[in-house]
């Protein structure tokens, strides 16, 4: 016989114990214990106590709230699975619950035996994912501590040899700065995507549930959005997942400046074309050339990761119906690109860490992002041998300057 699985509802409503209670009973094989506190504090007793498999969370309780429970029990290590229970749909609390930390959302009052099931089901999943990330996490620190050790003692060793090994003993100590590196590296690796993996995963989880819900044609519309909300949050995961291969392939070395000859122009608006439909509402590229030519001979797909990259950033950093203003230009043996924005700006404090691996300005946390997309266009343009500049204003807009000399070699 399958492990009951211990479900802790905490809601301040006996009413609603009872219904949840009920719901429970009819779920096929009734492999649950439900336990009900209504208490804000006793409940975080009882979560530090370890002892539930899943917890359902009302939105009201009395003078706190369901969102304000759920993240002070992840900041004292709670890693169980939260859903956050409410009494109406709500995109921005829902989006909120995500945030914070929350695996699932239901509307109380519509909830049927098999939503519950499947909810508590997928929510215990993904916990179990995270807390294998974090375990590898843990794992990966613990086999580099034990090698920067063995290396520390190889250097030890060296140091009562003869002078002759002076050179041997310099690439130890270069072996061991470069794995502090990567561990450094990977372990924030873990760290953001773990985070940031986790936003549009709970995003694409709530809509499916959601989803279900609307059956008639005249719940089109809401479908509809959630399905536009799922691809989104997939095309989140793609861009993700396409900086952590940028970027672990140039660490590696195995991006090269390969030259070739091409029109600029039409690079450009080729990319002004591909990136219009991802766009916030009212958002425009506004591209123009200057120069008496259009042909350039550089390493293309650079140039157009430069500018996706670039867009990309505009955009994000921008609010709706804000323009881009996106400039080429060719003069002599220097190809200039130029993309200006109207967004959020830089806080000044923050621009002198613009380029570091993972770094994000204090003013988009609440933005979804990996802090490597700068990281990696300042690598790009230091492979063709060109320069990279920036203007920042706060609540006024960026503008990114990049020069690129002409059959520039890395």
Known sequence: MAEKIRVLLIDDDEDDFIITREIINDIPGRNYLLDWTSSFNEALSLIRQQQHDVYLVDYRLGAHDGLELITQA????????????????????????????????????????????????YSIEHAKSLAEIQKLNTELEQRVELRTQELAEAIRKLEHTNRSLYEAEQEVRKALKKEKELHELKSRFVTIA????????????????????????????????????????????TNILNDFLSISRIEEGKIYNVPATFNLQNLATEVTDELQGFLKKGQKIHYSHAGDSSTVHLDKQLIKNIMINLLSNASKYSGEGKAIHFNTEITGSTTSIVIRDEGIGIPEADQAHLF???????????????????????????????????????????????????????
């Open 74 to 121: 992840i900041e004292e290590g709670s890693t169980a699975p939260f859903i956050l229970l409410t009494g109406q749909s709500d995109r921005e609390t829902d989006e909120k619950a995500m945030r914070i930390g929350a695996l699932d959302y239901l509307v109380k009052g519509t909830i049927n035996p098999f939503e519950l099931e499947r909810s508590i089901r």
């Open 194 to 237: 773990s985070h940031e993996f986790r936003t549009p995963l709970s995003t694409v989880l709530s809509s499916v549930s959601l989803i279900s819900k609307y059956t008639t044609t005249e719940d089109d519309e809401k479908r509809q959005k959630h399905v536009d909300r799922i691809k989104s949050a997939v095309n989140n995961l």
């Open 356 to 410: 570091t691996p993972f770094f994000r300005a204090q003013n988009v946390t609440n933005i979804q992002g990996t802090g490597l997309g700068l990281n990696i266009v300042k690598k790009y343009v230091d492979i063709m041998n060109g320069s990279l500049q920036y203007e920042s204003k706060l609540d006024e807009g960026t503008t990114f300057s990049v020069s690129i000399p002409e059959n520039a070699q890395s």
